[in-house]
């Protein structure tokens, strides 16, 4: 399908067709010593959304790699609409129809928008580019598919998730019958989901058949039809949505009950840590908390709602304009994050690939960036010392790698995540400040995170948690602020509310 196509055409009429259009007999995939695709038997109808979980390692990746033709089969066989395809490369894949819109945003940073909608599909007319039509057009499109996005902006200048509707936009565009979306929210507010949610229902009622890979629960169960669990490789179960709860599901990927992710040991707090007075800031106004030691201070707010903003103002990233904050019962003026960072604080950040790693170093420079004025002498580094630090936290994270100097940017979002918690670890501080601390991670590294939030507060540390998945700030904070609109607006002891009434402070009704 065209964007001329898809500009003019009416809206969507009837719901899918009965059938598989891709079935899966037995797909193997081996690489050197690792066995990554265990004889996956799986079909797909058509008009249908499938959802995909399992943790990390559990083969998720090599599949969508195997569909879309970027690795080659060890053995079993792909089924299109009942014949056999051979799937030797991406061009194999679009030419069926199966596209793929991944997590990391892969377009040109530099053009606009309706040039990356038109790429490869440009309409000229004597050689020359018809811009103006061009952009018209894709107005249109981005119009009709429900997308808040400029067309003449510069991707660049777009936020992550709105660079993410762009290039589901463009999948859209491409004549799309099979459509897998990679953790599609990891990056997108909570009205952008909404836009791209009405856009799958959409497809899905036209008949393209949509496979849905996320971390996120909820999303699976607001969506789905069917849901399929990897585990080490293997496909352990295929159900109907309305055939499984969260528990089940959990455990099938896992082999941990809920109950086991959530668990929670209960500390008396101890001394104050940090006092915020009054603080008020670009995007947020008259906040004041206190975080003890042992304790978990956890804010809960939409996207937008000033929490973030709070937290970099403690960290000394912007500047407060008013108020005061005391650390541990001192008056103290945080201007520069070296001034946090020496107090004994460390923050987490929302984006962990923007803000708190190197992509392009490898895991043991990621692990000591903190700590290099500790490991040098006279200008030269102590090798031993520096290989020593990065080890003992790639075991005590257990962070999958194939060596301290593997690139940062070739591991997974877990991992990554577990490398920027390593670097503050390495370093040490007091208050650990984290951001959205399981935004794209499986379970098994969520049970991880968890445990490690424990021995912090063990070890005398307080934790500030900003999440925007109320079931984790409800089960795991012992203080909860509410955050609207740049203010607190409500604050609670350790499930002393529910998570309606949670979700009402938040939301203002």
Same mark, same amino acid.
């Given at each position: 399908?065209?964007?001329?196509?898809?500009?003019?055409?009416?809206?969507?009429?009837?719901?899918?067709?009965?059938?598989?259009?891709?079935?899966?007999?037995?797909?193997?995939?081996?690489?050197?010593?690792?066995?990554?695709?265990?004889?996956?038997?799986?079909?797909?109808?058509?008009?249908?959304?499938?959802?995909?979980?399992?943790?990390?390692?559990?083969?998720?990746?090599?599949?969508?790699?195997?569909?879309?033709?970027?690795?080659?089969?060890?053995?079993?066989?792909?089924?299109?609409?009942?014949?056999?395809?051979?799937?030797?490369?991406?061009?194999?894949?679009?030419?069926?129809?199966?596209?793929?819109?991944?997590?990391?945003?892969?377009?040109?940073?530099?053009?606009?928008?309706?040039?990356?909608?038109?790429?490869?599909?440009?309409?000229?007319?004597?050689?020359?580019?018809?811009?103006?039509?061009?952009?018209?057009?894709?107005?249109?499109?981005?119009?009709?598919?429900?997308?808040?996005?400029?067309?003449?902006?510069?991707?660049?200048?777009?936020?992550?998730?709105?660079?993410?509707?762009?290039?589901?936009?463009?999948?859209?565009?491409?004549?799309?019958?099979?459509?897998?979306?990679?953790?599609?929210?990891?990056?997108?507010?909570?009205?952008?989901?909404?836009?791209?949610?009405?856009?799958?229902?959409?497809?899905?009622?036209?008949?393209?058949?949509?496979?849905?890979?996320?971390?996120?629960?909820?999303?699976?169960?607001?969506?789905?039809?069917?849901?399929?669990?990897?585990?080490?490789?293997?496909?352990?179960?295929?159900?109907?949505?309305?055939?499984?709860?969260?528990?089940?599901?959990?455990?099938?990927?896992?082999?941990?009950?809920?109950?086991?992710?959530?668990?929670?040991?209960?500390?008396?707090?101890?001394?104050?840590?940090?006092?915020?007075?009054?603080?008020?800031?670009?995007?947020?106004?008259?906040?004041?908390?206190?975080?003890?030691?042992?304790?978990?201070?956890?804010?809960?707010?939409?996207?937008?709602?000033?929490?973030?903003?709070?937290?970099?103002?403690?960290?000394?990233?912007?500047?407060?304009?008013?108020?005061?904050?005391?650390?541990?019962?001192?008056?103290?003026?945080?201007?520069?994050?070296?001034?946090?960072?020496?107090?004994?604080?460390?923050?987490?950040?929302?984006?962990?690939?923007?803000?708190?790693?190197?992509?392009?170093? =490898? +895991?043991?420079?990621?692990?000591? &960036?903190? $700590? #290099?004025?500790?490991?040098? %002498?006279?200008?030269?580094?102590?090798? /031993?010392?520096?290989?020593?630090?990065?080890?003992?936290?790639?075991?005590?994270?257990?962070?999958?790698?194939?060596?301290?100097?593997?690139?940062?940017?070739?591991?997974?979002?877990?991992?990554?995540?577990?490398?920027?918690?390593?670097?503050?670890?390495?370093?040490?501080?007091?208050?650990?400040?984290?951001?959205?601390?399981?935004? =794209? +991670?499986?379970?098994?590294?969520? &049970?991880? $995170? #968890?445990?490690?939030?424990? %021995?912090?507060?063990?070890?005398?540390? /307080?934790?500030?948690?900003?999440?925007?998945?109320?079931?984790?700030?409800?089960?795991?904070?012992?203080?909860?602020?509410?955050?609207?609109?740049?203010?607190?607006?409500?604050?609670?002891?350790?499930?002393?509310?529910?998570?309606?009434?949670?979700?009402?402070?938040?939301?203002?009704?």
């Amino acid at each position: 399908m065209s964007t001329s196509d898809l500009a003019d055409r009416p809206a969507p009429q009837g719901g899918p067709a009965a059938g598989p259009v891709l079935e899966l007999r037995g797909l193997d995939k081996r690489f050197t010593g690792t066995h990554a695709l265990k004889s996956v038997s799986l079909s797909f109808e058509r008009g249908e959304i499938h959802a995909i979980v399992g943790e990390n390692g559990a083969g998720k990746s090599t599949l969508i790699k195997l569909l879309t033709g970027v690795h080659l089969r060890s053995a079993g066989e792909i089924l299109w609409e009942g014949r056999h395809v051979e799937m030797d490369g991406p061009h194999d894949a679009l030419a069926l129809g199966i596209n793929a819109v991944h997590q990391e945003v892969v377009l040109c940073p530099h053009l606009t928008v309706a040039a990356n909608l038109f790429l490869g599909d440009e309409r000229v007319r004597f050689g020359l580019l018809k811009g103006r039509e061009m952009l018209r057009v894709a107005q249109k499109v981005l119009a009709d598919l429900g997308f808040s996005v400029p067309a003449d902006a510069v991707l660049s200048t777009l936020t992550i998730g709105q660079q993410q509707l762009v290039a589901t936009a463009r999948a859209a565009l491409r004549g799309t019958r099979f459509l897998i979306f990679d953790e599609p929210t990891a990056y997108l507010t909570r009205q952008e989901a909404a836009q791209l949610f009405a856009l799958i229902r959409r497809l899905k009622a036209e008949g393209v058949t949509i496979v849905y890979i996320s971390h996120r629960l909820e999303e699976v169960f607001e969506l789905a039809d069917r849901v399929s669990v990897l585990r080490d490789g293997a496909l352990i179960l295929t159900s109907r949505i309305g055939g499984i709860d969260e528990q089940a599901l959990i455990r099938a990927m896992s082999n941990r009950s809920i109950e086991q992710i959530y668990h929670k040991e209960h500390m008396p707090p101890g001394a104050p840590l940090i006092e915020t007075q009054g603080l008020t800031g670009k995007g947020f106004g008259d906040i004041s908390v206190t975080v003890r030691r042992g304790e978990i201070v956890g804010l809960y707010g939409l996207i937008g709602a000033g929490r973030s903003e709070f937290v970099q103002s403690v960290f000394g990233r912007h500047r407060a304009n008013a108020g005061h904050i005391l650390w541990q019962g001192k008056p103290v003026a945080i201007r520069s994050e070296k001034r946090a960072i020496r107090l004994g604080i460390a923050l987490v950040p929302e984006s962990r690939r923007d803000q708190g790693l190197c992509l392009n170093l =490898g +895991v043991g420079l990621n692990l000591n &960036l903190t $700590i #290099y004025d500790r490991l040098t %002498r006279a200008f030269t580094i102590n090798r /031993g010392a520096e290989a020593a630090k990065a080890d003992e936290q790639i075991g005590n994270l257990r962070i999958v790698t194939a060596s301290r100097a593997t690139r940062v940017a070739s591991l997974s979002g877990g991992n990554q995540q577990k490398i920027v918690v390593g670097k503050w670890l390495n370093h040490g501080a007091d208050l650990f400040i984290f951001d959205e601390p399981t935004a =794209g +991670v499986d379970v098994g590294t969520k &049970l991880e $995170i #968890y445990r490690l939030f424990a %021995r912090l507060l063990q070890a005398g540390a /307080g934790i500030i948690l900003i999440s925007s998945y109320l079931p984790e700030v409800y089960e795991l904070a012992d203080t909860l602020h509410v955050f609207r609109r740049g203010r607190l607006v409500a604050s609670y002891g350790f499930k002393q509310a529910s998570m309606e009434a949670i979700l009402g402070d938040a939301i203002g009704v």
